[in-house]
């Protein structure tokens, strides 16, 4: 009787089919799995949306982009314990620290002593938490606390990172921050590292360039911004006169690109690129809860023309947006919608979307 069974030319056309299936089905099964990323991903934007407009709902005002002593001279700066250079001080808790009510994490707001310094050893068991609401699932640089590291303007990845911040009142020996994937819209304008000091004065491009005009700020950033989040800010919407819908309020910025966190800003600290080349570097403590659009009067290209970063702009800044998903990067207007961006949008739409006040007339987006 003879033996049944495959022969070796059967079983290698068998198995040549499995594998061109299996190569067929990995594109989709990876599709699916972004998509379900990038679902919850706009999920957590939403969330965030809410908790910012249950937040004026109550205070009348928007959270601050980051709270500090208010100071306008160096004696005042010097009196605060300021940061000599940016004039950033205690207590420093961000946008991402006061929606903690509105976003059902009422245990890690009720353990945290406002009244003192993100940074005191009696508010660190608490803001090193990992909180999903703030993390994007396609971001892989990572979701754990990281180390706030000391501002280096001469950084680049030739070189070991920054060392941590030391030298704060009651600090621990490091200062270990929760992250956060999503970031508060300082507008068009950057106003990092030249808003206080001796020198005080900034200069503002005149509608997007490249023509800029002088502005005296001395440490109060009201004077020269025209986003919805920066240092003691307290926005309501009727100061958003482009119009809720029209203006961006968040956005993704990915850790594989640099660190943010959802606690706040500490003195002294900067924001260092995982990766550095020739058009970007390490930025001032304000860019670890705040990202800007341009154009900014402090930006300019080698031809001197102002420069405009919307999302996964290839210049890779660390106060810009920076998202993985394929394509481009969500954000959440000040309506509470959540959009995705496309990395190609007109740079001028993109700008003019960034600005809450300036009058533009917004394009297809």
Not at 139 to 163: C, I, K, N, S
Not at 169 to 181: C, K, V, Y
Not at 275 to 295: C, E, K, W
Not at 318 to 329: A, K, L, N, R, T
């Amino acid at each position: 009787m003879p033996r049944r069974g495959f022969t070796l030319i059967e079983l290698l056309v068998v198995i040549a089919i499995i594998a061109v299936i299996v190569a067929l089905l990995l594109p989709a099964v990876q599709q699916a799995r972004e998509a379900a990323r990038r679902t919850s991903c706009k999920n957590n934007l939403k969330q965030l949306g809410l908790a910012l407009h249950n937040y004026h709902d109550t205070h009348r005002c928007l959270p601050a982009g980051f709270y500090t002593e208010f100071v306008t001279t160096a004696a005042e700066a010097t009196a605060a314990g300021a940061d000599p250079d940016t004039w950033d001080a205690a207590p420093g808790w961000g946008w991402g620290t006061l929606i903690l009510p509105f976003l059902e994490q009422d245990n890690i707001y009720d353990g945290l002593t406002l009244e003192l310094p993100l940074w005191h050893t009696a508010n660190a068991a608490f803001v090193d938490e990992k909180l999903p609401v703030f993390l994007c699932p396609s971001a892989t640089g990572g979701d754990d606390a990281f180390v706030v590291r000391e501002l280096d303007d001469m950084w680049d990845d030739t070189q070991p990172l920054p060392p941590p911040v030391t030298g704060l009142p009651n600090q621990p020996a490091e200062i270990f921050l929760g992250r956060t994937h999503y970031v508060a819209s300082h507008g068009q304008e950057s106003c990092w590292g030249d808003c206080g000091g001796t020198a005080g004065t900034v200069n503002v491009f005149v509608g997007n360039g490249p023509a800029t005009t002088p502005v005296d700020v001395f440490g109060d950033v009201s004077k020269m911004v025209d986003g919805p989040f920066y240092r003691n800010s307290s926005t309501r919407f009727r100061d958003v006169t482009d119009g809720l819908s029209n203006t961006i309020f968040l956005g993704e910025h990915s850790s594989f690109w640099s660190d943010k966190t959802w606690v706040g800003v500490v003195p002294g600290a900067g924001t260092t690129p995982r990766v550095s080349n020739p058009d970007n570097g390490p930025d001032t403590a304000a860019t670890l809860t705040l990202v800007h659009a341009g154009p900014s009067g402090g930006e300019v290209d080698s031809f001197g023309q102002p420069i405009i970063h919307p999302v996964n702009f290839p210049a890779f800044h660390v106060g810009q947006m920076y998202s993985e998903h394929v394509g481009g990067g969500q954000i959440c207007l000040g309506d509470g919608t959540v959009r995705f961006i496309s990395e190609n949008i007109d740079l001028f739409v993109f700008a003019n979307l960034s600005s809450m006040d300036e009058g533009e007339v917004l394009g297809e987006f």
